[in-house]
């Protein structure tokens, strides 16, 4: 089995990043560990939280794994608290990463325009480090405007598209993938581009309804995919269809505006859709 560890903080409450990688990835069947980078009360979109910052812990612990020989075969980061964390990662991919292993970086900062309430101006510049190093990197289009220097539109074509996955390619990942990209009103989806000049996209109707923790419930799920041995693009179509199925089970709900979307009723499904795609590619390794 797979092993991967993920670097995001703890939300107590409310589904984003650790609560939702964990039970993701297990259920895709790849063991999740965990390097805890801050402990919040809630996600910061909630009025009032606290936030304890953990970075004192991340050299100890990685000092520990490596007396321990213990390896990754995936590396997984999210929500970064502070600056100063995002050169600690960096310094953790440099101790950890290999040709061996994947470093997917969701740089979760930002959305419909603006950066979220715990970051300065500052952050997106040491984001942009943290996703050089990356195999791959995840962002949404205002991510990908901050870590590039690209104004933000709400109106675009495929040019901006992709002229945008070529400057993320320029901060010197491997591979870019856009989430959030439409040029449909009902449509919505992914594209990517890799250095070997490779690019895909897919779309799924767009929901309605937008929640948050969505993107970290799209990031586990691709890397859960990538894990398993699918290609890239089947897992970020099947991360897509996913994350709609949860959207659309939480719909009736009031309180997902809060809690995240109710991804716990569609694990089955996810079980489901992997299996199938495991089989149509002729995987023995379930
Ligand atoms: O879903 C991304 C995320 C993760 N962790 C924390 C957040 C957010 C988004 O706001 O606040 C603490």
Same mark, same amino acid.
């Given at each position: 089995? #797979?092993?991967? +560890?993920?670097? @995001?903080? +703890?939300?107590?409450? &409310?589904?984003?990043?650790?609560?939702?990688?964990?039970?993701?990835?297990?259920?895709? &069947?790849?063991?999740?560990?965990?390097?805890?980078?801050?402990?919040?009360?809630?996600?910061?979109?909630?009025?009032?939280?606290?936030? #304890?910052?953990?970075?004192?812990?991340? !050299?100890?612990?990685?000092?520990? /794994?490596?007396?321990?020989?213990?390896?990754?075969?995936?590396?997984?980061?999210? $929500?970064?608290?502070?600056?100063? @964390?995002?050169?600690?990662?960096?310094?953790?991919?440099?101790?950890?990463?290999? !040709?061996?292993?994947?470093?997917?970086?969701?740089?979760?900062?930002?959305?419909?325009? #603006?950066?979220?309430?715990?970051?300065?101006?500052?952050?997106?510049?040491?984001?942009?480090?943290?996703?050089?190093?990356?195999?791959?990197?995840?962002?949404?289009?205002?991510?990908?405007?901050?870590?590039?220097?690209?104004?933000?539109?709400? !109106?675009?074509?495929?040019?901006?598209?992709?002229?945008?996955?070529?400057?993320?390619?320029?901060?010197?990942?491997?591979?870019?993938?856009?989430?959030?990209?439409?040029?449909?009103?009902?449509?919505?989806?992914?594209?990517?581009?890799?250095?070997? &000049?490779?690019?895909?996209?897919?779309?799924?109707?767009?929901?309605?309804?937008?929640?948050?923790?969505?993107?970290?419930? $799209?990031?586990?799920?691709?890397?859960?995919?990538?894990?398993?041995?699918?290609?890239?693009?089947?897992?970020?179509?099947?991360?897509?269809?996913?994350?709609?199925?949860?959207?659309?089970?939480?719909?009736?709900?009031?309180?997902?505006? /809060?809690? &995240?979307?109710?991804?716990?009723?569609?694990?089955?499904?996810?079980? @489901?859709?992997?299996?199938?795609?495991?089989?149509?590619?002729?995987?023995?390794?379930?």
């Amino acid at each position: 089995m #797979k092993r991967i +560890i993920t670097l @995001q903080d +703890i939300s107590c409450v &409310g589904r984003c990043s650790i609560t939702v990688a964990l039970p993701v990835l297990s259920a895709m &069947g790849v063991e999740c560990g965990i390097l805890p980078t801050a402990v919040l009360s809630t996600h910061t979109m909630f009025k009032t939280f606290t936030c #304890k910052d953990l970075s004192d812990q991340i !050299e100890p612990i990685s000092d520990a /794994w490596e007396k321990e020989h213990i390896t990754f075969d995936g590396i997984y980061t999210g $929500y970064l608290a502070s600056a100063d @964390q995002c050169r600690q990662i960096c310094h953790f991919f440099d101790r950890f990463s290999s !040709e061996n292993n994947l470093v997917l970086v969701d740089p979760a900062m930002a959305d419909n325009g #603006k950066l979220y309430a715990a970051f300065n101006e500052a952050f997106p510049a040491e984001m942009a480090r943290v996703c050089a190093k990356a195999d791959i990197i995840l962002p949404n289009i205002t991510e990908a405007c901050l870590l590039t220097n690209t104004p933000y539109q709400t !109106e675009y074509n495929e040019d901006y598209i992709r002229s945008l996955l070529e400057k993320l390619l320029d901060l010197g990942c491997r591979t870019a993938v856009l989430t959030g990209v439409s040029y449909e009103p009902d449509r919505l989806g992914v594209a990517y581009l890799d250095r070997s &000049g490779k690019s895909f996209s897919y779309f799924t109707r767009r929901c309605t309804q937008s929640y948050h923790g969505t993107g970290d419930l $799209y990031s586990s799920a691709v890397l859960g995919g990538l894990m398993r041995g699918l290609e890239l693009g089947d897992a970020l179509a099947l991360a897509a269809d996913f994350v709609v199925a949860c959207i659309e089970a939480t719909a009736a709900s009031d309180s997902a505006r /809060w809690y &995240g979307v109710e991804f716990e009723s569609q694990i089955p499904l996810l079980c @489901q859709m992997l299996s199938r795609r495991l089989d149509e590619k002729g995987n023995t390794a379930r």
